[in-house]
Every structure is written in structure tokens, then in C-alpha cells.
């Protein structure tokens, strides 16, 4: 009986150590960041390559398991946050530090935009000295380049520990796409950044809706297309022959992803195109289902299926992106600037 009690401690201590190397081989790291209102902290992040997860949460304060109503109302030391665990090889602390400056007004110590008080001030946490060094010269470089009328004032401070805010501030932006909007607008966050960097902000939000939303928002073929990777009926859909100039967009995040421009007549029954519109918002999967090889293509942001890619398109591309009526809406040129999609309208002029 001993034996097994010692064997089964050694049996933990290895397959604890392995997981531990496991956990380190991945090789991602964690910042943290307070920018005010966390649910407009997450969506920027999310969006860039490299991130892995975002956590919205609380930080910097001594109060252990704080909740949402004693932060929110001031009575602890903590400030809302947000948890970023990205991998250093695809993106660095300091391409992080550029997206958290774009968002935020780092010349306020008192809150952010609508919501006032020290729970709602910046910060950045760093971990180690090196974090700080880096923020520090970051903070340096914004200040000197004298985007604001004012310094920063951002705080640059040692980490703690770090407590995850409830399940239902968690992707806010997805789950409450309508009330997120309206919030960010209303409390003058998206004008005051529109305003400072115009559309150098870094970040233009295309989000993908929860899974709830989307199933009252789709059509049932808009779901199964996008969601669930169906094919509409040939000629029997909504774009395959339509020639209006505009460009065509996810119809789960509005992601612009194909023109008119590039809209050829291809006999298939479905809308094709000889290249994307904007080409990060388009991304190229293996699809082995039924038999074949194909080249599947899909949205970034939206993640949604859009169709496949052949190599029989005209020149010069002699591409050929299939795309389903489903996964798009299309936004005529009339309506680009108003729909939000003015910097596409010098395309049609």
C-alpha cells in the first residue's frame, strides 16, 4: 500500500510537469489593461492576430472575488479591465500598448467619457520590468508625438492579481450588439476617437453577434449558410445577377469583402468574383467534405462561410470566389457613406 501511495505522488509530480511544460511551450503571455468600461476593451484586442483570449475583469485593487456592483459603485480599489493573453511570436507587448492608447483617453485621470471615478480610470499593469520599460517609452513616444491638447496621464503600475468580471460582461459586444453600440456612442467614446484619429484609429469594429442574436437576426438559409456551411440553390438567390455598382459585405459582421468592380458573369448561378474587396477580411480554409478537395473561403471577423475559390475566374487573377447570396449584403454607392463605408466611394467615382 505504501509503494502505490508513493508511486502514485511520483505518477502526479511527472504529469504535473509535463503539463507545466506543455502550458509553457505554448509560449503566450499576459497583459493587462484599464481603459474604462470594459466592454468596449475587449473588441479591439479580439480582432488582432496574435491575441489568443480576452478576459474582462477587475484589477489593481486589494479586495479578493470583487463583483461588478461593488467595483462599479466604488467601493473597492479595483478598476475595470481587461486580461490579454496573446503570443509574443505573432504580435508584441508594444503593438498592444498602440492598440490600448487608440482606445482610450489617456489624458482624463478621472474616468473615461460618460463614466466617472478612480474605478474607471487607465492604467497599464506591467509584470516585470521589462513591461514597464516598454510602457513607459510608449507613453514617452504618444506624449511626444502631441496627439492631445493635454499629457497622459495614464498610470503605469505593478500587476495584481487579476479577477475575472461575470460570465455575462464576457464578448458584451457579441452578446448585446444593439445595447454595446448605443453605449459606446451615447457615452461619447466613439466620437471622441473618431475624432483624435479619424480613421487611424487602428481598429474599426466588424463583430460577429453571439450565436442567440444571430438565430433571430438570420433568415433560416442566412444561418445554415453562414452558420452551419450550407449551399444555397443556384439562380435561385439574391445577388447572382445583380449589376448595381456597391460593395458587398458579411451579412453577420459587415466586413466589406467583395465589390461590384470585380463581379463577373461566371454561368454558375451564384455571385462571383475575381478578388475580395479587402483582402484580410477574406480567409482560405481546406474543405475535404464530400469527397473532394476544395478551397473553402470565409469571413474574419464574421467567420462565417461564404463559399470557394477555383481558379478558373478571368484575367488577372484567374481566380473565381464563389460566394453564396446568403452571407452578403449588399451596400449600393449611394449608401456607402451613410452605411459607414465612405472610404470605398472614391472606387466608383
Known sequence: ???????????????????????????NSVAVFGGGCFWCMESPFEQLEGVVDVTAGYAGGDEVDPTYGQVSSGRTSH??????????????YD???????????????SGQFADRGNHYRTAIFYSNEEEKEVAEKSKEKLNAAEVFDKPVVTAIVPAKK???????????YRKNVAHYSAYKIGSGRAGFLKNVWGEDSGHKEYIKPDDSV???TLTDLQYDVTRKDATEPAFNNTYWDNKEAGIYVDIVSGEPLFS????????????????PLVSKNVVEKKDSKFFMVRTEVRSTNGDSHLGHLFDDGPKPTGLRYCINSASLEFIPVNELEKRGYEEFVPLFE
Open 1 to 27: 500500500m505504501q509503494y502505490l501511495i508513493i508511486a502514485s505522488a511520483l505518477l502526479f509530480v511527472v504529469l504535473t510537469a509535463f503539463a507545466g511544460e506543455n502550458v509553457s511551450a505554448k509560449g
Open 79 to 92: 478598476i475595470e479591465s481587461v486580461q490579454v493573453v496573446y503570443d509574443p511570436e505573432k504580435i508584441s
Open 95 to 109: 503593438e498592444l500598448l498602440d492598440t490600448f492608447w487608440r482606445q482610450i483617453d489617456p489624458t482624463d485621470d
Open 162 to 172: 487579476f479577477y475575472p468580471a461575470e460570465e455575462y460582461h464576457q464578448d458584451y
Open 214 to 216: 444571430l438565430r433571430t
Open 260 to 275: 461590384s468592380l470585380d463581379k463577373f458573369k461566371s454561368g454558375t448561378g451564384w455571385p462571383s468574383f475575381s478578388r
